[in-house]
Every structure is written in C-alpha cells, then in structure tokens.
C-alpha cells in the first residue's frame, strides 16, 4: 500500500473549510480566529494571528504531523495544563520556549523560534 508522504492538507482541515464554504459563513474560510481552538484543547495554527493550517489537541503530541511539522507560528492553550513545545519528534530536539501555562497564547512567535515545533507536551507543571 503507498502511503502519501508531505501531504499539503489534512482531510480534517479540508472539512472544516468546505463547511464554511457551504454554511456561507459571514467570515471566508481562512478568516478565523483562537476562538477555533476547542475547549481543553493547545492549538497550533500556521501563520501569525491564529491563521493558515491548525493543529490541536487535548494531551501530548509526540509528532503533529507533515502538515504542521516545522510551520507554527501561532499558539493557544486552552487546556488547564502546561503545554512545552520539542523542536524534533518525541520530545526531542530540546525546548524551542518556556512553557505555556494555562490560557496562554501568542498571535506571532518571535523569529528565531517561528516554524519550528514537532512535538509537544501537555502536563500538570512546567518542563521547560
Ligand atoms: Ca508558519
């Protein structure tokens, strides 16, 4: 079985898109905003201002995937944990910024950690 490698979307992000589409929606599909990130859930988007491609999730991710891997620029964590970003997969690479504690967020990364992050974890206290 072939598997696709460097896929450009994930059919997640696909769906989401076209439902806006078809809701007709007063905002265009690539208008959105932190509120897309769910509830107890850290969210990763591909561009500054919580734009572009979104990743999120509610526990640890040991590799968010060829879509997301190496383009956050933006974050939020409205989980109630601490959230520590890896540069490579499986928490390797060592951290690319302090912790994000609960509700935080950055609408842009500064430069020299921007289009980075592979992995993260979600925990109870602060591992970077
Ligand atoms: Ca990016």
Not at 42 to 60: A, K, L, M, P
């Amino acid at each position: 079985m072939r598997r696709s490698r460097g896929g450009r979307f994930r059919p997640a992000a696909l769906a989401t898109a076209l439902a806006a589409v078809i809701t007709g929606g007063a905002a265009p599909a690539t208008a959105v905003s932190p509120d897309q990130c769910p509830p107890a859930h850290f969210c990763v988007w591909e561009h500054n201002d919580y734009t572009g491609r979104f990743f999120s999730s509610s526990g640890s991710s040991p590799n968010i995937g060829a879509a997301m891997n190496d383009r956050t620029s933006s974050y939020r964590n409205r989980s109630r944990w601490w959230v520590s970003m890896y540069l490579d997969a499986d928490y390797g690479g060592g951290c690319i910024m302090q912790s994000i504690g609960p509700g935080g967020a950055s609408w842009m990364l500064p430069a020299d950690i921007n289009d980075r992050m592979t992995s993260f974890v979600i925990a109870s206290s602060p591992l970077c």
